[in-house]
């Protein structure tokens, strides 16, 4: 019997790769918060990536310019993922431990299916919504227990939830998009490159008109991470799992947040001095089991 697309070694390897770059990035995000504004942070980061991605393609002699119809996806694409999504991330992390950030963003899968089904057509199983609900009760465990810990009370605490969730909903809508003809008619490197750039370009135009011009830190920890997340964590991690989406669908392709969680939180522990209690661990627990449970689905969606 052939084997499933979803379990070859082209697909279980980056997927891998994908999951230990993304499970550190949440980490670095808090150290970018030092002293730079999150809008700004974001502008660089992605200014990084997509050089990066264009000169990548340029390597491999594809033609840079899109047409218009291109540049308007890409425009859109760098707007929901690159912009929303991430000043969402980087300010939650101004409020809530980046592994819970983290744990919050492992629903991903859930608006993934939901909108695959909507936009794509993919079946959902029920399995997957099952699956779904015990996540659901797992962050809602992680909320009472960040409220408890939080010296500003459960006000601080909703916000960053709040915040995760919202970019939870832009960077799903973002990879869906990954899924449509549209996006697969052209280089993916080109996509990615003028998605990241176009987003930088908006997000440095925001920061110049909410918090004023350019800030740069010049600590060696925040430009090496600026580096890891424009090179690894944005250009090539995104190359990867924009490639899953297109092979095995949006709901597939985030199974990789059920793993990303428990990097993140472990790293968030011994950095951040992430304080675990039975809430705690329940909550992670169940947000882990419910997404077992939708990945252990027969056919989460076809």
């Not at 052939?2 to 279980?12: D, G, I, N």
């Not at 909320?143 to 006000?155: D, I, K, N």
């Not at 918090?211 to 920890?221: A, C, L, N, Q, Y």
Request: net charge positive; glycine share 10%; hydrophobic share 55%.
């Amino acid at each position: 019997m052939e084997q499933p697309q979803s379990t070859r070694l082209a697909v279980l390897i980056p997927f891998a790769v994908v999951t230990l770059i993304w499970g550190s990035t949440w980490l670095v995000i808090k150290d970018q918060l030092a002293s730079v504004p999150p809008s700004w942070s974001v502008a660089y980061r992605f200014a990084i990536g997509g050089v990066a991605m264009l000169v990548w393609a340029a390597m491999r002699k594809e033609r840079l310019w899109l047409d218009a119809r291109g540049m308007g996806f890409a425009a859109l694409l760098g707007f929901m993922q690159f912009v929303l999504n991430f000043n969402l991330v980087y300010r939650a992390e101004q409020h809530i431990t980046s592994g819970v950030v983290a744990v919050v963003f492992a629903l991903l899968l859930v608006p993934n299916a939901i909108l695959a089904r909507i936009f794509l057509g993919q079946k959902m199983g029920g399995q997957l919504l099952a699956g779904s609900a015990v996540a659901v009760a797992g962050v809602a465990l992680l909320f009472v227990h960040e409220a408890r810990l939080s010296p500003a009370g459960a006000s601080e605490t909703l916000i960053g939830i709040g915040l995760s969730l919202t970019a939870v909903l832009c960077a799903s809508l973002a990879n869906v998009m990954q899924a449509t003809e549209t996006s697969k008619s052209y280089p993916m490197a080109n996509i990615i490159g003028w998605a990241m750039l176009t987003g930088a370009l908006v997000n440095a135009g925001f920061a110049l008109a909410t918090v004023g011009g350019p800030v740069m830190d010049m600590r060696p920890s925040y430009l090496a991470g600026l580096l890891y997340l424009g090179v690894l964590g944005s250009a090539f991690a995104f190359s990867l799992y924009f490639r899953l989406i297109q092979t095995i669908g949006p709901a597939k392709a985030a199974y990789t947040s059920v793993l990303i969680p428990v990097i993140a939180m472990l790293l968030s522990t011994l950095f951040e001095g992430y304080r675990w209690s039975w809430l705690a661990g329940g909550g992670a627990g169940l947000v882990m089991a419910g997404l077992v449970i939708a990945l252990r689905a027969r056919r989460p969606n076809r």
